[in-house]
Every structure is written in structure tokens, then in C-alpha cells.
């Protein structure tokens, strides 16, 4: 596995996938939370996503803004592609999750299955049932927007995944990291479209400095 220095935008995601991979939380959800039927909603409308793209706008734990375009085709594949002047990106091909330094012109990864990516490349998602490795600690509602808060059975102290879903209609429309410091990272999700084609050369790592197409190659 290749190893680089980190931006502090990569680390930011790297929570959420060292993000977004394996949530698995040790705290019970709390009855209320467990009897919610929007749990199961938002559980079979993750499940029943196998493609996406978005424009989103990611904020740091600073405040600092960072925007781009957000690609996804269950199982295994994303891409975040930041707006220039910012070269950074970050791949997941089915079995590595990429991430891309522009500034340093280094690259590092790790397997998605170590990484909070997987809570949404996972081919099934099973919210809050007795085999699953993600435990719901809360949910709320609040005018329009049903949130999620999950947490990983195994780890208690890692962090938290926060997923917002607007309710008419019903999608998701934000998640946050929260990691063991309380930091967040907020991932807001704009014009989201889903089940659409998407080429597979999004989804393959290409260093923009070696490779004849740019980011990505056909």
C-alpha cells in the first residue's frame, strides 16, 4: 500500500472512511430510536441506491469550504473531485480507496473495508438489527429532515456518522463525521440525482500527472 503526507482535506475524509468504512458501535439504541420507522425507510432507500451524482460542498471542522462533484455506483465505486483550482480527488474501485494530494502530488490508500466509505459502498446496509456491525444510538426529526445518528459497535470511542435525509421525498441530502475529538466534517449534498449510467473510468485511480487524460482515463 502506498503511503503520503495527507492535506487536511484528505484527513478530514479519511475519518469517514479511515469518507463514510466500517461503523460498528458498542452503545444500544435507545427504544425510541430503535422503534422509529423512518430507520427502515432510510435503510431500504440506501439499499436501493446503485448509482448517484451530486454537486456537493464539504466543511471542514474549521469552517473552511471546499466544492465539487460527487459520483457513486454501488457496490465499491465513488469519486469526489473538488473544483480547480484544487487538484485533490478521492477513488474507491471496488477494492481501494484512493486519495489524491494535488499540492504534493502524492498519493495513499487503503482498502474500503477500513475505511467509514464503506457504510455507504457496502452492497447491503443493515441499520440497527442484532447482526449488524452499526448500532443506531439516536434519531430525530425536525420539520422536513429525518437524521440518523449511527455508531460502530465494536469501537465506541471512534466517532460517529450523522446521515440527514430530507422526507419529501425521501433522500439523502448530508452526512457528518464526527471523530474521536468531536471534530466534524460535513459532507452537504446539492441536486442529488440517482440511477443514471456512469462510465467506469470515474472510479479508476489515474495520477492526473502521469496519465494522457487528465484525472481520468477512458
Known amino acids: 500500500?502506498?503511503?503520503?503526507?495527507?492535506?487536511a482535506r484528505t484527513r478530514n475524509f479519511l475519518p469517514m472512511a479511515c469518507l463514510f468504512a466500517v461503523l460498528c458501535w458498542?452503545?444500544?439504541?435507545?427504544?425510541?430510536?430503535?422503534?422509529?420507522?423512518?430507520?427502515?425507510?432510510a435503510q431500504d432507500w440506501l439499499n436501493g441506491l446503485?448509482?448517484?451524482?451530486?454537486?456537493?460542498?464539504?466543511?471542514?471542522?474549521?469552517?473552511?469550504?471546499?466544492t465539487g462533484n460527487f459520483y457513486l455506483r454501488r457496490p465499491g465505486r465513488l469519486r469526489f473531485e473538488y473544483d480547480a483550482p484544487i487538484e485533490?480527488?478521492?477513488?474507491?474501485?471496488?477494492?481501494?480507496?484512493?486519495?489524491?494530494?494535488?499540492?504534493?502530488?502524492?498519493?495513499?490508500?487503503?482498502?474500503?473495508?477500513?475505511t467509514l466509505a464503506d457504510f455507504i459502498l457496502r452492497a447491503s446496509l443493515d441499520l440497527g438489527s442484532d447482526r449488524s456491525d452499526l448500532i443506531v444510538e439516536e434519531t430525530r426529526h425536525e420539520?422536513?429532515?429525518?437524521?440518523?445518528?449511527?455508531?460502530?459497535?465494536?469501537?465506541?470511542?471512534a466517532g460517529k456518522i450523522i446521515l440527514d435525509f430530507t422526507k419529501t421525498p425521501f433522500a439523502l441530502s448530508q452526512w457528518m463525521i464526527v471523530d474521536a475529538q468531536g471534530s466534524t466534517t460535513e459532507i452537504r449534498l446539492i441536486d442529488?440525482?440517482?440511477d443514471m449510467a456512469l462510465a467506469g473510468a470515474l472510479f479508476r485511480f489515474v495520477d492526473p500527472h502521469e496519465g494522457k487524460g487528465g484525472r481520468f482515463n477512458n
Open 88 to 114: 485533490d480527488f478521492i477513488v474507491a474501485d471496488g477494492i481501494f480507496i484512493y486519495f489524491y494530494d494535488g499540492e504534493m502530488r502524492e498519493m495513499s490508500n487503503a482498502p474500503i473495508g477500513q
Open 143 to 157: 420539520k422536513d429532515i429525518f437524521r440518523l445518528i449511527l455508531v460502530q459497535r465494536d469501537d465506541p470511542y
Open 26 to 41: 458498542v452503545f444500544s439504541a435507545a427504544p425510541a430510536a430503535a422503534n422509529d420507522p423512518f430507520i427502515k425507510t
Open 192 to 194: 442529488l440525482q440517482r
Open 50 to 66: 446503485e448509482t448517484a451524482q451530486a454537486r456537493f460542498i464539504q466543511t471542514a471542522a474549521d469552517g473552511k469550504q471546499m
Open 1 to 7: 500500500m502506498s503511503t503520503a503526507r495527507l492535506t
